[in-house]
C-alpha cells in the first residue's frame, strides 16, 4: 500500500516535472565553431569594439570578448592550460607575455616583414600591436611649465608625497615604467628604486586610468603613464600636461600572441594578422593615440616621431628576469615607506 | 521469510480512500497545469511571431526606400558628379536628392560623400562626421561589395548613427564617384518601429553578431545585448536561467539585423507557484476528507464486530446472558442476531446437561439412603441365622441368609453387575417371598449361556419383579413369574419379567416413560429402573410395559449389550 503510495508521489513528482521544464529554446542562430573565437582582452573597450566589429563583419567569425587585467588573464590563461577556452591574448606589454611564454604559441604574421624592427619578436612567439613610450604627466596648474624633465625629478624631496603611481603588480604599464625608470636612472639600481618608494610615501594606485584623475583632479602633482593615456586625457581637456622624460623613455610594445592549444587558432591567426593590417594601425594613430607597429603608416599626428623620443636603455630580458625579485624589493620598500 | 506488515483495517479503508481520491486529482493537476503552459506558451509564441513579421514589414518598407533612392541617384549623372566633383551647394542637387529620397527621408539621413571619403551633400543638418575612412565601416563594406550594405556603427553614443546602410556610386567610366550614405539614428528606429510590436515587450535589433545596434530601452539594451550573445554563444536558452523573460528572435535577412522580442514570461514562477498551491491544497483536502471518510465507515463497521467479538469473549468465558443490542438491519444485524439465538441454545442445552445431573445425583442419593448402615444389618442378619439354626428354625435362618446375600449385593461397590449374578440375587429375593407367601409364587429365569455375562445396572431386575408380585400377582392363586432374556442381533438386550396376575391398567401400555408423561402415576421401583436405564444408556432405552395375551403383564427393560471388559 505505501509501496502504491509512493508510486503515485512519484509518477505526480515526473508529471510536474514535465511541465516544469521548457523545452529548451536553444537558439539556432548560433555559429559553428568554426565561426568562433575567444579573444582575451585587456584594452579597454574603446579599443578593441571597433576592430572586433570590423574583424566580424569581414570575416564572419563570432568574436567572444573576454576583459580583464592583463596580470589578471594572463594567470586565468595559465589556469586554463588543461581546458583552454581563449584562443588569443590580444593586449599586455610584452614582458608580460614573456613572463608567461610557456602558455603561448609562436607564430609569425603575415606582412611581419613590415613590422617596425625594433618591436619585432625574436622567436614570433607574440605580435605587436602598438607602440606605448612612458610619460610623466603634471597638473598645469599646481606646476609650472619645464620644472618636471626627467626621471630624476622624481626622487627630488619636493614631490614627496605627490606622484601619482599604480601598483606594478596590478598593472603591466606601471611594471614598464618602473624598469624604465630604473634603467633610465644612473647609478644603483635598488638604491634608485628604495628612493622612488620612499618619494611615494607609501600610497600608490588601483588602476592605471587612476593616475591621470588624480593628477587630473589635483590630489597629485605629478604621475607617472603611457602617452596614449596622457594624450587622450589631454584631448578632452583636462589640465595636464606631458613630458618625455628627458633622462630616457622605454617605448615596449603591447601585442597579441595565440594561446598554446587554441581551439580555434586558424581565426586567431586571421585576427592577428588583422591588428598588424594598414587599416588598424591607421586606426590606433588616428582614433586611440597609439603609435603603430607598421612601417608606412603615419605615426601621431602632432608628436615627435619615434625615433627622435630620449631612449632609455630599456633591458626587455631584465625586465622578465628580474620582475618578481623587483616587484618583491618594491612592495617592501613601500611598506617600510609607509611605516 | 520476513512478515509483511498488515495495516489494520482503518489504514487499508484510509489508503484505499486516498488512493482512488488522490490519484486522479494529481494526474488532472499535472495534465491540466502541462496543457495550460503549453497553450498559454504557443499563444505567446505565435503573438510574438506576428509582432515580429510586422517589425519585419516595417524594415522591409524601409529597405524598399532605400533601394528605390540609391538606384535612382546612381542613374541620375547630375548627382554622381555631384557627388564625386563636390562644388558649391546647388539647390538643383538638393531638390533632386529630396526627390528621390522621397519619404524615406522621414527616419532616414541622407548623405553623399566623394570617393574619398568626404562628406559633400546631407539631407539633414545635424552633426554627422565630415569625413569617413572608405577602408573602414559600412563605406569599406560597400567599396567591397555592390549594391547597398548595412552595417552597425561601432560608436555607439547619443547623437551618433546606430545603423548605416551605404551604396559605392559607379562614375560612368567605371571608377567609384563617391557614396550614398543612409543612416538611422535612435529616433529614426524609433518612428520607424514604433506601434509595430505592440506596447507589451522589446524590442531590440541586433547586427549579424549580436551586438546591439537599436532597442526601444537603450539603457536595458546595454546590459542586455552581452548576456544575450554570451547565452547564445554558450549554446544557452536565450530564455535564462531566471525565466522571467522570454525572447522570440527572427532574422531580417536584407538588412542582416536580428530583431528580438523579449516579453515577461507568461506562465511566471508565481503563476506556476499559485497552480502548484491550488493542487496541493486540494491534494490536502482529499487527504483529510480520506481520513475523515475512512474514520467514520471504519468505525460503523467496527462497532457491531467489536460488540461481537466481545460477546464471543463473554461466552468463551463461560457467561451465556450475553445479549447483543439490535440496531442496524443489515448483515452486521443479521450476524448479531444469530449469534444471540446460538448464545440461547447454548445456554439452554447447558440448563439440560445440568438438569440431568441433578436428576442421577437425586436417584444416587436415593440408592444411597436404601444403603443405610448395611453392615450393620448384614451382620445382624448373620447373628440372626445361626441363632435360628442353633434354634432349628430354618426358616428364619433362610431368609436372613437371603435377605444377607441381597443387602451385601446391594451395597458392593459396583455399579454394574454380570446378569448372571443379578438372576441369582432375584432367586434369594423370591425365596423369602416365597417363605413370606407360603409358596405361592413360581419363578423361572431362563438365561441363555451366552447372555450370562453380560453387565447390567444392578438391582434392575429387582423392582420389576417385585412390582409383578406385590401388584400384579395380588390375590392371585399360584402366581407364576418369568424372567427371560433376549438379544437380539442389532445388540439390544431385552429383559423381559412376566407375569400370569391381573394384567396392567390399560393406560399404563407403551414405553413407560411415556406413560409417566402423560400423568398416571407410577410406581416408584419402575420409575427408578427407567431413570437409571435413561441416565445411563439414553432416551433409546427404557422399560416397555404391555398386557400379555393369555392374561397377565410383561415389563421388559431394554438396554444394549454389555459385557465384561476384561483386560487381564
Known amino acids: 500500500m505505501i509501496k502504491k503510495l509512493l508510486c503515485v508521489i512519484v509518477v505526480f513528482a515526473l508529471l510536474c516535472g514535465c511541465a516544469g521544464s521548457t523545452p529548451a529554446a536553444k537558439s539556432g542562430f548560433a555559429p559553428d565553431e568554426e565561426h568562433r573565437l575567444v579573444v582575451y582582452t585587456s584594452h579597454k573597450q574603446e579599443v578593441w569594439q571597433p576592430i572586433v566589429r570590423e574583424f566580424e563583419r569581414r570575416t564572419g567569425i563570432w568574436v567572444d570578448v573576454v576583459y580583464g587585467a592583463t596580470s589578471e588573464l594572463l594567470e586565468r590563461i595559465e589556469r586554463e592550460s588543461r581546458d583552454v577556452q581563449a584562443d588569443l591574448m590580444f593586449g599586455g606589454g610584452v614582458e608580460s607575455l614573456e613572463t608567461y611564454r610557456e602558455c603561448f604559441t609562436p607564430y609569425t604574421c603575415a606582412g611581419a616583414d613590415r613590422l617596425l624592427t625594433q618591436f619585432r619578436c625574436a622567436d614570433g612567439l607574440w605580435t605587436p600591436f602598438s607602440a606605448l613610450p612612458v610619460v610623466l604627466i603634471y597638473n598645469t596648474k599646481l606646476m609650472e611649465p619645464g620644472l618636471l624633465t626627467g626621471w630624476r625629478d622624481l626622487l627630488a624631496p619636493e614631490l614627496q608625497g605627490e606622484i601619482a603611481f599604480t601598483d606594478p603588480s596590478v598593472s603591466g604599464s606601471a611594471f614598464t615604467a618602473l624598469m624604465t625608470m630604473l634603467c633610465a636612472l644612473p647609478g644603483d639600481r635598488g638604491e634608485n628604486l628604495r628612493a622612488f618608494a620612499e618619494n611615494l610615501g607609501g600610497v600608490q594606485l588601483d588602476g592605471s586610468g587612476a593616475v591621470l584623475t588624480a ?44 594561446v598554446r592549444g587554441a581551439p580555434h587558432e586558424e581565426n586567431a591567426r586571421a585576427f592577428i594578422d588583422f591588428t598588424v593590417s594598414a587599416e588598424v594601425q591607421r586606426l590606433l594613430a588616428s582614433q586611440f593615440c597609439r603609435r603603430p607597429v607598421l612601417e608606412g603608416v603615419d605615426s601621431l599626428p602632432g608628436s615627435p616621431a619615434l625615433d627622435e623620443l630620449p631612449a632609455a636603455d630599456y633591458d626587455l630580458e631584465l625586465a622578465v628576469s628580474e620582475r618578481d625579485a623587483v616587484l618583491m624589493s618594491w612592495a617592501f620598500y613601500l611598506v617600510k615607506s609607509e611605516a | 521469510m520476513k512478515k509483511r506488515p498488515t495495516l489494520s483495517f482503518k489504514g487499508r479503508l484510509f489508503a484505499a480512500f486516498l488512493l482512488a481520491s488522490l490519484v486522479p486529482l494529481l494526474i488532472c493537476s499535472a495534465m491540466l497545469l502541462q496543457i495550460f503552459r503549453l497553450r498559454m506558451t504557443e499563444a505567446d509564441a505565435v503573438d510574438a511571431r506576428e509582432r515580429l513579421g510586422s517589425v519585419s514589414a516595417a524594415l522591409d518598407r524601409a529597405c524598399g526606400g532605400f533601394a528605390a533612392a540609391a538606384e535612382s541617384i546612381q542613374d541620375n549623372a547630375l548627382l554622381l558628379s555631384a557627388a564625386a566633383g563636390g562644388g558649391p551647394e546647388d539647390t538643383g542637387i538638393y531638390s533632386l536628392l529630396f526627390e528621390y529620397t522621397g519619404s524615406a527621408r522621414e527616419y532616414a539621413r541622407f548623405d553623399l560623400y566623394d570617393a574619398q571619403g568626404q562628406r559633400r551633400y546631407s539631407t539633414r543638418s545635424g552633426p554627422a562626421p565630415d569625413t569617413l575612412p572608405t577602408d573602414w565601416g559600412v563605406l569599406g563594406a560597400a567599396a567591397r561589395q555592390d549594391g547597398l550594405v548595412f552595417a552597425a556603427c561601432d560608436s555607439s553614443g547619443g547623437s551618433a548613427p546606430l545603423f548605416q546602410g551605404a551604396a559605392a556610386l559607379a562614375a560612368p567610366g567605371g571608377d567609384t564617384a563617391g557614396y550614398l550614405v543612409i543612416s538611422l539614428y535612435q529616433s529614426d528606429f524609433h518612428t520607424l518601429l514604433e506601434g509595430n510590436y505592440g506596447s507589451q515587450g522589446t524590442l531590440l535589433l541586433l547586427d549579424p553578431y549580436w551586438r546591439g545596434v537599436y532597442c526601444a530601452q537603450p539603457a536595458l539594451g546595454e546590459t542586455l545585448v552581452p548576456e544575450l550573445r554570451s547565452r547564445l554563444l554558450a549554446g544557452q536558452s536565450l530564455d535564462g536561467a531566471q525565466g522571467d523573460f522570454l525572447y522570440s528572435v527572427q532574422l531580417h535577412p536584407e538588412t542582416g539585423l536580428y530583431l528580438i522580442l523579449q516579453r515577461t514570461q507568461v506562465f511566471t514562477r508565481e503563476t506556476v507557484a499559485l497552480l502548484y498551491t491550488v493542487s496541493l491544497s486540494c491534494a490536502l483536502a482529499c487527504v483529510l476528507v480520506s481520513v475523515l471518510l475512512s474514520l467514520s465507515l471504519s468505525r460503523q463497521m467496527f462497532r457491531p464486530i467489536a460488540q ?224 437409571i436405564l435413561l441416565k445411563y444408556y439414553g432416551e433409546a432405552f427404557g422399560l416397555e410395559l404391555k398386557n400379555r395375551p393369555g392374561g397377565g403383564a410383561e415389563v421388559t427393560a431394554k438396554l444394549p449389550v454389555r459385557r465384561k471388559e476384561r483386560s487381564d
Open chain 1, 215 to 258: 593628477v587630473a583632479d589635483g590630489s597629485a602633482t605629478v604621475g607617472v603613464t603611457l602617452e596614449e593615456t596622457a594624450l587622450k586625457r589631454i584631448a578632452e581637456g583636462e589640465n595636464i600636461a606631458m613630458v618625455y622624460p628627458a633622462d630616457g623613455t622605454s617605448c615596449v610594445p603591447d601585442a597579441s600572441a595565440i
Open chain 2, 308 to 531: 461481537l467479538r466481545a460477546g464471543i469473549h463473554e461466552v468463551e468465558r463461560g457467561n451465556l446472558d450475553v445479549s447483543l443490542a439490535q440496531q442496524r438491519g443489515d448483515e452486521l444485524g443479521e450476524l448479531s442476531e444469530h449469534f444471540n439465538s446460538m448464545v440461547a441454545a447454548l445456554k439452554h442445552n447447558q440448563e439440560q446437561l445440568i438438569e440431568n445431573q441433578r436428576e442421577l445425583n437425586q436417584a444416587q442419593i436415593r440408592m444411597l439412603q436404601a444403603q443405610l448402615n448395611p453392615h450393620f444389618l448384614c451382620n445382624t442378619l448373620d447373628t440372626m441365622k445361626w441363632i435360628s439354626k442353633i434354634n432349628k428354625v430354618p426358616q428364619v435362618a433362610l431368609m436372613s441368609t437371603d435377605l444377607a446375600d441381597i443387602l451385601r449385593f446391594c451395597i458392593s461397590p459396583e455399579e454394574f453387575a454380570p446378569l448372571v449374578r443379578e438372576t441369582e440375587i432375584l432367586q434369594r429375593y423370591i425365596e423369602i417371598h416365597r417363605i413370606r407367601l407360603s409358596g405361592a409364587v413360581s419363578f423361572d429365569v431362563d438365561l441363555p449361556e451366552e447372555l450370562a455375562g453380560c453387565l447390567v445396572p444392578k438391582m434392575i431386575l429387582q423392582p420389576i419383579v417385585e412390582n409383578a408380585i406385590l401388584h400384579g400377582l395380588d390375590g392371585v392363586e399360584n402366581g407364576r413369574v418369568e424372567v427371560r432374556v433376549t438379544s437380539s442381533g442389532d445388540g439390544l438386550l431385552r429383559i423381559s419379567v412376566s407375569d400370569n396376575g391381573r394384567g396392567l391398567p390399560p393406560e399404563m401400555e407403551g414405553a413407560y416413560r411415556k406413560a409417566v408423561r402423560e400423568g398416571s402415576s407410577g410406581h416408584l421401583g419402575l420409575y427408578n429402573v427407567d431413570t
